[in-house]
């Protein structure tokens, strides 16, 4: 609803002067061809007093530079009266940008029947100067993908849910820059005094409309009015958002820019399904830290040891899959890696250790851990690059042998080569996350694990083998569904 909020402008078409109409000059250039919307009767006018208007816009960009580190274009931005559906914002060709309006719109979302530039009037008109500056144009995609969500009950969502051209969630980030840009231009403001303007009673019965057109999509009866809002956030779901982050709002520093406000409107969207599993698919790789071999043969103690790092180093390397809540801290995961380690025994010849055999080891690693991890449970209604926390992972290593063992005897040039077997261990894992709430995952995890490890080898003699080894990790997630 690049939209709901529109309404604005339209209690000043009423009474004000800004919005008294007037034709264009015949030196006036028409932007009414190829507009994005399909108006039965568009007016072909600008508002009365095009300068005002525009003076108004101006306000609003240079609060928005003052205030941010948001760069806003220098073209002109048209405010045009359209016989469209509700309030938008519109790029046409040429990089035309417009902002539309219509009368009624205004008129019904307004609590009272004033004779005045409303708070209603002017955070519409800041939601759609918000699609402008805040890029959307750039990141539209297909609505069609979105426009289902609300088909089905609160808490369920449909895969396409999340992407980052995701039009519902735009429409709150407007939202919420409009609800910016009033707490730096209006004194004492608060988000209340905008809610106590605005029809709720009205608005709630659009939201009935629209599903109750949504119940009947095989019906061509529906309007292009109802239509109009098959791609936008109900708006109690939209009231919702707007208090429970109306103090980060209002604390936001100067130094935010775009991404800010896509971060932000993409953690207030999630909020409203708290409940929706996610799952986030990461880059993962790691390298053995240290370890203690345990080896021995026959009842006999072997002595035996890890490479040193800076000779050989044992790693690990694939993929991590992980499903979470943005409500809860418990985590599922699941690590497939490959892992190639480095061991080694030795014997004393004049009382010196002497290297009598190595092996080089290579496995399918698939490790299934449950987690608890705070970064995911944070406090709601803060900026998503702050969220960052402790993880702690209980789960264990199922090691696959990947084809045959790499075995060198420096003793016995006859000795047989033993046969790698599958073996599984327990695995603890601590470290801590930085994650973002949002449709991008850009999630940072880093680890240290006791991974004790079973070496099954099939030989004669018949060793025992027993590593305790102590991994780190680090994960980035490059995939979110």
């Given at each position: 609803?690049?939209?709901?909020?529109?309404?604005?402008?339209?209690?000043?078409?009423?009474?004000?002067?800004?919005?008294?109409?007037?034709?264009?000059?015949?030196?006036?250039?028409?932007?009414?061809?190829?507009?994005?919307?399909?108006?039965?009767?568009?007016?072909?006018?600008?508002?009365?007093?095009?300068?005002?208007?525009?003076?108004?816009?101006?306000?609003?960009?240079k609060?928005?530079?003052?205030?941010?580190?948001?760069?806003?274009?220098?073209?002109?931005?048209?405010?045009?009266e359209?016989?469209?559906?509700?309030p938008?914002?519109?790029?046409?060709?040429?990089?035309?940008?417009?902002?539309l309006?219509?009368k009624?719109?205004?008129?019904?979302?307004?609590?009272?029947?004033?004779?005045?530039?409303?708070?209603?009037?002017?955070?519409?008109?800041?939601?759609?100067?918000?699609?402008?500056?805040?890029?959307?144009?750039?990141?539209?995609?297909?609505?069609?993908?979105?426009?289902?969500?609300?088909?089905?009950?609160?808490?369920?969502?449909?895969?396409?849910?999340i992407?980052?051209?995701n039009?519902?969630?735009?429409?709150?980030?407007?939202?919420?820059?409009?609800?910016?840009?009033?707490?730096?231009?209006?004194?004492?403001?608060?988000?209340?005094?905008?809610?106590?303007?605005?029809?709720?009673?009205?608005?709630?019965?659009?939201?009935?409309?629209?599903m109750?057109?949504?119940?009947?999509?095989?019906?061509?009866?529906?309007?292009?009015?109802?239509?109009?809002?098959?791609?936008?956030?109900f708006?109690?779901?939209?009231?919702?958002?707007?208090?429970?982050?109306?103090n980060?709002?209002?604390?936001?520093?100067?130094?935010?820019?775009?991404?800010?406000?896509?971060?932000?409107?993409?953690?207030?969207?999630?909020d409203?399904?708290?409940?929706?599993?996610?799952?986030?698919?990461?880059?993962s790789?790691?390298?053995?830290?240290?370890?203690i071999?345990?080896?021995?043969?026959?009842?006999?103690?072997?002595?035996?040891?890890?490479?040193?790092?800076?000779?050989?180093?044992?790693?690990?390397?694939?993929?991590?899959?992980?499903?979470?809540?943005?409500?809860?801290?418990?985590?599922?995961?699941?690590?497939?890696?490959?892992?190639?380690?480095?061991?080694?025994?030795?014997f004393?010849?004049?009382?010196?250790?002497?290297?009598?055999e190595?092996?080089?080891?290579?496995?399918?690693?698939?490790?299934?851990?449950?987690?608890?991890?705070?970064?995911?449970?944070?406090?709601?209604?803060?900026?998503?690059?702050?969220?960052?926390?402790?993880?702690?992972?209980?789960?264990?290593?199922?090691?696959?042998?990947i084809?045959?063992?790499?075995?060198?005897?420096y003793?016995?040039?006859?000795?047989?080569?033993?046969?790698?077997?599958?073996?599984?261990?327990?695995k603890?894992?601590?470290?801590?996350?930085?994650?973002?709430?949002?449709?991008?995952?850009r999630?940072?995890?880093?680890?240290?694990?006791?991974?004790?490890?079973?070496?099954?080898?099939?030989?004669?003699?018949?060793?025992?083998?027993?590593?305790?080894?102590?991994?780190?990790?680090?994960?980035y997630?490059?995939?979110?569904?």
């Amino acid at each position: 609803m690049k939209i709901i909020y529109f309404m604005v402008l339209v209690r000043i078409v009423s009474i004000n002067p800004l919005f008294a109409q007037r034709p264009p000059s015949k030196s006036t250039t028409d932007y009414t061809q190829n507009l994005p919307c399909n108006c039965e009767s568009y007016t072909r006018r600008y508002v009365e007093d095009a300068k005002t208007a525009q003076s108004l816009i101006n306000d609003y960009l240079k609060a928005i530079a003052k205030n941010s580190k948001i760069r806003t274009s220098s073209d002109p931005i048209y405010v045009l009266e359209a016989n469209c559906g509700s309030p938008m914002a519109a790029l046409c060709p040429g990089d035309i940008r417009l902002i539309l309006f219509n009368k009624y719109f205004f008129e019904l979302i307004n609590a009272k029947d004033v004779h005045t530039v409303t708070l209603v009037d002017k955070h519409v008109l800041a939601h759609e100067l918000g699609h402008h500056v805040l890029g959307h144009f750039k990141r539209i995609g297909s609505l069609s993908e979105v426009e289902k969500i609300y088909q089905k009950e609160k808490g369920y969502l449909k895969k396409k849910f999340i992407t980052n051209n995701n039009p519902m969630a735009q429409e709150i980030e407007a939202d919420l820059f409009a609800l910016w840009l009033l707490y730096k231009l209006e004194k004492g403001f608060q988000a209340e005094m905008l809610i106590a303007q605005i029809d709720t009673m009205k608005m709630e019965e659009l939201d009935k409309r629209f599903m109750k057109q949504k119940e009947n999509t095989n019906s061509v009866k529906n309007t292009k009015e109802e239509k109009s809002y098959s791609t936008h956030p109900f708006f109690s779901d939209r009231i919702k958002i707007m208090r429970q982050y109306q103090n980060t709002i209002k604390n936001l520093q100067t130094t935010t820019g775009v991404r800010g406000f896509n971060n932000l409107g993409n953690s207030a969207f999630m909020d409203l399904w708290p409940s929706r599993a996610y799952w986030d698919i990461s880059l993962s790789a790691g390298v053995v830290l240290g370890g203690i071999p345990d080896f021995s043969a026959d009842g006999q103690k072997v002595a035996a040891f890890m490479y040193a790092l800076n000779q050989k180093t044992s790693f690990h390397t694939g993929l991590s899959l992980t499903r979470f809540r943005w409500d809860k801290p418990w985590q599922t995961t699941l690590d497939v890696h490959w892992s190639k380690q480095h061991y080694g025994t030795t014997f004393l010849i004049n009382d010196s250790p002497k290297l009598a055999e190595e092996l080089h080891l290579d496995y399918l690693t698939l490790s299934p851990q449950i987690g608890w991890n705070s970064a995911v449970a944070s406090r709601r209604g803060s900026l998503s690059a702050s969220k960052r926390g402790l993880l702690v992972n209980v789960g264990a290593n199922f090691f696959f042998p990947i084809g045959a063992l790499s075995y060198t005897n420096y003793i016995a040039t006859s000795a047989p080569v033993p046969n790698l077997r599958f073996s599984a261990m327990p695995k603890v894992s601590v470290g801590v996350a930085f994650t973002k709430k949002t449709f991008l995952p850009r999630n940072l995890k880093w680890l240290v694990s006791y991974e004790p490890q079973w070496i099954r080898l099939e030989v004669t003699p018949r060793p025992t083998a027993i590593s305790h080894n102590f991994t780190t990790t680090l994960q980035y997630a490059i995939l979110r569904r």
